[in-house]
């Protein structure tokens, strides 16, 4: 099974960033796809996740309404669409897969390798 996150980069204050997650090896449609990040010198904490159907999702309450999580079976990725970035946004994210429909962070099966996102302000 691999997870292959990609998409962050360095971008300015109140930009938008999409992120990628490109899976293999499972079968994806089953699986809640989720997002976390870590910024520097803090614990991994939760962004967004998605159902397997993409019905259902849930946000971290501090990127709400600026942050949208999507899935397309159809190519085994999921996408977090990220805008009004801000500097504290700033940390390694990382997609993740698991068979429950909301497991805890520490509960996810599969891990990606995580991708930088940088905000300058």
């Known amino acids: 099974v691999q997870l292959q996150a990609s998409g962050g980069g360095l971008v300015q204050a109140g930009g938008p960033l999409r992120l990628s997650c490109a899976t293999s090896g499972l079968t994806f449609r089953a699986y809640t796809m989720g997002w976390f990040r870590q910024a520097p010198g803090k614990e991994r904490e939760f962004v967004a996740f998605?159902?397997?159907?993409?019905?259902?999702?849930s946000y971290a309450d501090s990127v709400k309404g600026r942050f949208t999580i999507s899935r397309e079976n159809a190519k085994n990725t999921v996408y977090l669409q990220m805008s009004s970035l801000k500097p504290e946004d700033t940390a390694v994210y990382y997609c993740a897969a698991d068979l429950k429909l909301s497991p805890p962070m520490n509960e996810y099966q599969y891990w990606g390798q995580g991708t930088l996102v940088t905000v300058s302000s």
């Open positions: 998605v159902s397997w159907s993409g019905g259902r999702t």
